[in-house]
């Protein structure tokens, strides 16, 4: 996969989660909807990177992947037994363990992303530059 596709695919997952964060604001609908996005998008997100998964070189990142992945897992599993509307037809009970379970994984999933991300950070900092860098030198030509 191209960079900027990579690069579209790591903001709308990014955008997702903000707005996941916000269900009082958008309702149970769209919290559950722009779950099963985010979770596609970061399934298709480890597709495209499992060469880096296998490289355990930089451990801090391996343990912060890891980390990221469980929290994904708990807060999906969880998210589905709790739901209101895409999968109310498993008929689970409410829990408020499982409501504690997905809140926790859930805040857990935010803060590893945002690590990731910022891991990412110079890697995404040297994609911006070298594009803007390509347009200057095409408006000079």
Known sequence: MKTENRIVLDYAMLCALLIMMVKLMT?????????VAFTVLAVVHLLNNKAGLKNVRKKGRFVVNILLLLALTSTVVSGMMLSVSLFRFLNIPYNEVVYTIH?????????????HLAMH?????DFFRKRKQTKTEGIHE
């Open 121 to 125: 950070g110079k890697a995404i900092a």
């Open 27 to 35: 309702g149970a609908i769209v919290h559950e909807s722009l779950g």
């Open 103 to 115: 809140t926790s994984s859930a805040y857990a999933l935010f803060l590893l992303s945002l690590t």
